[in-house]
């Protein structure tokens, strides 16, 4: 029985990346379905080698420690958030909403401010903004092949999954730091918005203990799962200030003495990211009262 780590999974059929490197192909046992198991890129796994044409088929997956829904993927150690200051213009409502999707999943975020040569005010405002909430934040040029390989640290001996817009630069810096041309989308001229590129899942490796997961481009993001109760909890500003509130159960929208949106009147919180929230709030009541 050998043991490896599930690199790819395309139409059924798994690639394994071996303990000793050696790269297999897999299917998963029948009586998985029956035991309510589905085999995950990133899960690690004993698995049967197959003879000659025959493929073998993996007999156990490991506990996990931590498991994405979207994309689907197991035994990740934190999402590297890229944010583009312009080509395509940032979209703050977009990336609060991405953001509270990996904090509910209590998967530590890293933020990447992209393409700050096009607009270094913007981007250093941005930089700063992001750190004030407490999220590890790094800016750079994404042609400035230097100021990428600062980043190398963050990632090694790391599973690391890649989100953001398209284009936003998450095939370039994958592309670098695995050292293998992955396609890389573009803006189209006519919409400026990003080609999908990236069409499987799989985890790119360099070999090196560096494991990349390059996500597709995205342009909405359905909190539907999420209690318009609950929505706060998944702001770490908001956090800080539990208890302090005037009522207990505090929504931080209307009410009177709330800790949250005196910290956004003194400019201590976020304007902007706090509206992003105001909007979300709004959107999960509708959402629940219309659900009946």
Aim: with cysteine; charged share 30%.
């Amino acid at each position: 029985m050998a043991k490896g780590k599930i690199i790819r999974l395309l139409g059924g059929f798994y690639t394994i990346k071996t303990e000793d490197g050696k790269i297999v192909e897999s299917r998963a046992k029948g009586n998985f379905r029956h035991k309510d198991i589905a085999p995950l890129v990133g899960d690690y796994v004993n698995f049967k080698e197959g003879e000659g044409d025959t493929l073998g088929y993996i007999e156990k997956v490991y506990p996990r420690t931590s498991v994405m829904l979207r994309p689907p993927v197991a035994n990740v150690d934190q999402v590297m958030v890229i944010i583009p200051v312009e080509q395509p213009k940032y979209n703050l409502d977009l990336i609060t909403k991405l953001l509270v999707h990996y904090e509910r999943q209590k998967i530590p975020i890293i933020i990447v401010i992209s393409k700050i040569d096009l607009d270094c005010h913007e981007g250093e405002f941005l930089k700063q903004q992001f750190q004030r909430i407490g999220y590890p934040t790094y800016s750079l040029v994404l042609t400035d092949k230097e100021q990428v390989e600062t980043l190398r640290p963050l990632l090694q001996d790391k599973t690391t999954v890649l989100a953001g817009v398209s284009a936003a630069g998450k095939s370039t810096l994958t592309t670098h730091f695995i050292d293998e041309e992955v396609k890389v989308g573009g803006l189209s001229a006519k919409t400026q918005r990003g080609k999908h590129t990236t069409r499987h899942n799989e985890l790119f490796d360099n070999g090196e203990g560096i494991y990349i997961l390059d996500t597709p481009g995205f342009s909405s993001i359905d909190l539907r799962e999420i209690e318009s109760d609950s929505l706060k909890n998944y702001f770490p500003e908001f956090l800080k200030l539990e208890g302090t509130c005037k009522f207990m159960n505090c929504s931080h929208s209307k009410e009177p003495g709330c800790a949250v949106k005196q910290e956004v009147e003194q400019g201590i919180i976020w304007d902007e990211r706090y509206q992003s929230y105001i909007k979300m709030y709004e959107e999960q009541k509708d959402k629940e009262k219309h659900q009946w």
